[in-house]
């Protein structure tokens, strides 16, 4: 899921009344087919076919896309490969050993050091940056009771640019960091230095690098909480649910030598006082439009019928999951292939994957979510529930005698026509497009 508070342009102002449900729109890359405002049925079943439905409680639903089980993996996998060459260099000194009746215990070492230095931060900096992903994609929560979407966007930043606050300057510390551990180590091997000359290479080799530690320390120390300070701040957005715009956009991106169609449901909230941009929006890659329709019913379900018509979060990143997998696994599979499996699961890590992938999707993703749309979410008696509009419930009646008679909502046409009475599709126009997200 992608959110931003970009200001794209529109084909044409929200005021104008000839984008409502229904309404069939070509763009300057594609189509594009208008589901709300006045969030229409569409007839199709709720299905979350992109896994965009992350949390579900009576009062709210949380849509938040990303595949957290496979960063988690990704970053894991470093340590079994750390493991790996450790065990293999030691197995390989033994043989020697053996053979040749010495111990010979330097390359088991060096290769210990190698992954402290190369392997295991490298896992870190991947599983550090999966945290951050999920930190900085916060997710859309629609509110039933309260008929209101609470959209996230980042506010602007003061654009506070700091000295050497890049990656390159970050690489560049760290091969200086590796030269200096490396000058140290080789100082403390030296066989045919006396224990003067190696004691004083050791001595300047520790005090140089524990400067630099120092150094870099001190200035991460600053730099993060100045970044912290003026960096872009999330707010929610909250929009009445049967003024939210929704489409679902087909776009043709034609490169060099290939083409490739990109189908998307969008969800926005328009500015106030400018109806061609987009306060705040979010969007998700359906792949297919009868998909993009499968999921528009997921949260229209939810929003209109309560949480028993909406499907319940995927729980394939849950350790339960993972353990019942196992298990069925282990009945319905001969030695060999389960061996390969249980292979495959310990070089991913796939049981503690699970563990870190439960972690940020039940407490990281919603730690840094503001204390107003906490106090938002809050359940409301049953009596203080707001209600659906005429309007709406007249507009999705008709809808569904039409689906009853076998039409589609994808030939429908706007749906002014057919609270007129009228069955008649209106003439595409072409336009740029609708929001970006």
Avoid at 146 to 155: D, H, L, N, S
Avoid at 160 to 173: D, E, H, R, T
Avoid at 178 to 203: C, H, K, M, P
Avoid at 400 to 414: K, Q
Wanted: glycine fraction near 6%; aromatic fraction near 10%; include cysteine.
């Amino acid at each position: 899921m992608h959110t931003t508070d970009e200001t794209p342009s529109l084909p044409q102002p929200l005021s104008e009344p000839n984008w409502e449900a229904g309404l069939r729109r070509s763009t300057k890359d594609g189509r594009l087919l208008a589901l709300s405002p006045e969030p229409a049925m569409t007839g199709e079943r709720a299905v979350d076919v992109n896994t965009w439905i992350r949390r579900k409680t009576e009062s709210w639903l949380d849509l938040q896309n990303g595949n957290l089980l496979f960063g988690a993996e990704f970053s894991l996998m470093f340590l079994s490969l750390s493991l790996l060459t450790v065990m293999a260099a030691v197995g390989f000194t033994l043989e020697v050993g053996i053979n040749i009746g010495r111990w010979d215990w330097g390359l088991p070492l060096f290769v210990l050091v190698g992954n402290l230095l190369i392997s295991l931060p490298w896992g870190l900096c991947m599983h550090f940056l999966g945290n951050k992903a999920v930190k900085e994609t916060p997710p859309v929560r629609l509110n039933r009771q309260r008929r209101e979407v609470a959209m996230p966007r980042w506010t602007t930043g003061k654009g506070l640019q700091l000295p050497f606050w890049n990656s390159n300057s970050g690489l560049i510390a760290y091969i200086v960091l590796l030269l200096t551990i490396g000058f140290v180590f080789s100082a403390i091997t030296q066989e045919n230095a006396s224990d003067e000359y190696r004691s004083t290479l050791v001595f300047w080799g520790l005090l140089i690098l524990g400067t630099e530690i120092l150094v870099i320390s001190t200035y991460l120390f600053i730099a993060l909480r100045l970044k912290k300070k003026h960096d872009p701040k999330l707010v929610y957005e909250i929009y009445p649910w049967e003024k939210l715009v929704a489409y679902i956009e087909t776009r043709q991106d034609i490169g060099p030598s290939l083409m490739a169609t990109h189908t998307v449901l969008t969800l926005a909230i328009p500015k106030p006082n400018d109806p061609e941009s987009a306060l705040a929006a979010a969007s998700i890659n359906v792949g297919h439009e009868t998909a993009g329709l499968a999921q528009w019913e997921c949260i229209r379900q939810f929003m209109e019928n309560g949480p028993e018509a909406c499907p319940d979060p995927k729980e394939d990143e849950t350790l339960a999951h993972y353990k019942a997998k196992c298990r069925q696994a282990r009945k319905e599979m001969s030695l060999l292939p389960w061996l390969v499996k249980k292979v495959g699961d310990w070089f991913f890590q796939r049981y503690l994957a699970h563990i870190i992938t439960e972690r940020r999707i039940k407490t990281l993703a919603l730690k840094s979510l503001p204390e107003e749309l906490k106090a938002w979410s809050a359940p409301l008696p049953k009596d203080q529930w707001a209600k659906p509009s005429e309007a709406l419930q007249g507009l999705n009646q008709k809808l569904t005698d039409a689906c009853g008679r076998g039409l589609r909502f994808t030939h429908m046409g706007p749906v002014s026509e057919w609270q007129a009475g009228r069955e008649k599709k209106s003439p595409q126009k072409r336009g740029r497009g609708r929001f970006r997200a």
